[in-house]
């Protein structure tokens, strides 16, 4: 395994607990043809390297993309939230059918890194974090990557009309990646678990974990149903749903801290502005 954190003009890879400067940019990985073959010949040369003082989201010139109702926990939240507009069959259907939800989340400038603020709309009053394990795709749509995503949604204004889904999901700071993208020869084991910890005041008030075995979908159907008709020339982020849910009664707050820990890459953290 092989972790990168961005590190200015170039990025930091650890391997085997070592860190080395690799002259090489986000951009230039997802557009090759093998991005961990490039990777391992940078490093034969490569010399040590402090970790970036400062870690920041694994992100150049992608676009970040999601999937839907992946889980089944996920169907059955967005079903309860969209009751009053008529729209929970929507999520059966989604649930079965062969075609995935497949929607926008996010440009470059709206992605926040490790220790940064996500946000809230201020015109919602039902905003949870989405946990989710990212895949990383390059640019001929071959998923050669891991990392954390955040997918901040506004669970009120979704579930008024499925049509303000975009309002519901892409904004400033809606989402957060990293701490760093990994790549591995190897796919994560199924029973890979994703955990998240919401603090408010020094206290917890939301905890819960699932293992990626509970996605639904391959990552190899919901990445050629990303790319079919569409191109990504940099590469491209999928979030692959979440099935961590919290109670209906709860929303974030300014202030709480966010953890999403997926051991085999690391913990996430950022703090609602």
């Known amino acids: 395994m092989i972790h990168l954190y961005p590190a200015g003009s170039h990025l930091v890879a ?3 607990g070592t860190a080395f400067h ?8 997802f557009t090759a043809e093998d991005p961990l073959t490039l990777v391992k010949a940078k490093l034969v040369d490569a010399a040590r390297a402090p970790l970036p003082a400062k870690l920041r989201a694994p992100i150049q010139s992608q676009e970040v993309w999601a999937a839907g109702v992946t889980y089944l926990r996920s169907m059955s939240a967005r079903k309860d939230e969209s009751k009053k507009a008529g729209g929970d069959s929507f999520y059966d259907r989604v649930y079965s059918a062969e075609r995935p939800e497949l929607f926008f989340k996010a440009t470059p400038h709206r992605v926040a890194g490790p220790g ?9 009053t039902w905003n ?12 001929a749509g071959r998923l050669f990557g891991y990392t954390i995503g955040n997918d901040m949604s506004s669970r009120d204004i979704e579930g008024e009309n ?12 809606s989402a957060a990646l990293g ?7 190897e796919p994560l084991a199924p029973s890979t678990e994703i955990a998240i910890s919401i603090r408010r005041t020094g206290a917890e008030v939301f905890s819960g974990s699932t293992a990626i075995s509970q996605i639904k979908r391959t990552f190899a159907s919901l990445g050629e149903f990303l790319f079919r008709d569409n191109d990504f020339p940099s590469g491209c982020y999928l979030m692959t749903g979440t099935g961590i849910v919290p109670p209906n009664g709860f929303t974030l707050q300014s202030g709480d801290e966010i953890s999403i820990t997926i051991a085999p890459i690391g913990t996430l953290t950022n703090i609602v502005a």
């Open 14 to 16: 650890v391997k085997d």
């Open 128 to 139: 949870v974090p989405e946990p989710e394990l990212t895949l990383a795709f390059n640019s």
């Open 22 to 29: 690799l002259e090489l940019m986000l951009d230039a990985l």
């Open 162 to 173: 499925p049509l303000y889904l975009p309002q519901a999901k892409t904004y400033s700071r």
């Open 179 to 185: 701490p760093a993208l990994l790549l591995t020869e």
């Open 116 to 124: 940064e603020p996500v946000r809230i709309r201020s015109d919602s």
